[in-house]
């Protein structure tokens, strides 16, 4: 499929243990973003990146968050010492950021989300 | 600070009507918005989307509406049907930016 995919789908872990999700874009989407959403509440942007500019880190709640995105593609979202509150569904999304021309709409195209639980 | 809302969190509504999403925002500076709609399990998809500098944009049964006065935008489905039933959320942003994503309201569209 030519999709947004992330993995795992869904991840149990213990409080105070690391984890990482990954997320493969769209080939070719220059943009890749990641979103969580918690139980009842819409989605809360954490970090996106565009091209080889430096990443907004502007919505990652803590230090225990951090992202990195390889060649421009593969990305990996790593929550270190996990809590109870970072049970989420973890979203990640890509785009083409539009550069001519009239008004680019940032469309995101999102996986399948990742639903971690900390136990 | 929520600078995207949907006040209602559940609409019902009886199919072939019209449904009415509605969505408030606080920054005059957002160049578009975009309605995104969830089903369970399931990451949310595109539906359709407005530039700042246009106040109505249709796309088959969805219409978007955007009053930039008012700081609103509504999303009207017509005739609803059975299959639009899922969680639909506005977002807001800028060209090659982040969205902020109002709180969500689950359509229901009952037969």
């Known amino acids: 499929g030519a999709g947004v995919s992330q993995s795992p789908s869904n991840k149990v872990t213990e409080k105070g243990k690391d984890v990482e999700l990954r997320c493969d874009p769209i080939s070719g989407h220059t943009a890749l973003y990641w979103y969580r959403q918690s139980l009842g509440q819409g989605l809360e942007f954490l970090i996106y990146?565009?091209?080889?500019?430096?990443?907004?880190k502007s919505g990652l709640p803590s230090d225990r968050f951090s992202a990195e995105r390889t060649g421009g593609s593969v990305s990996t979202l790593t929550i270190q010492r996990t809590q109870q509150e970072d049970s989420a569904v973890y979203l990640c999304a890509s785009s083409l950021v539009g550069t001519s021309g009239g008004p680019a709409y940032n469309e995101q195209f999102f996986g399948p989300g990742t639903r971690l639980t900390v136990l | 600070d929520q600078q995207v809302k949907q006040n209602s969190p559940s609409l019902s509504v009886q199919e072939g009507r019209i449904s009415i999403l509605n969505c408030d925002y606080t920054n005059s500076m957002f160049d578009y918005f975009l309605w995104y709609k969830k089903y369970p399990a399931e990451g949310p998809t595109f539906l359709i989307s407005i530039s700042s500098i246009k106040d109505k944009n249709e796309d088959g049964r969805f219409t978007v509406f955007l009053n930039k006065s008012a700081k609103h935008l509504s999303l009207h489905i017509v005739p609803s049907q059975p299959g639009d039933s899922a969680v639909y959320f506005c977002?807001?942003?800028?060209?090659?930016?982040?969205?902020?994503f109002g709180q969500g309201t689950e359509l229901s569209v009952k037969p």
């Open positions: 990146f565009q091209g080889n500019s430096a990443p907004d």
């Open positions: 977002a807001a942003g800028n060209q090659g930016g982040k969205l902020i």
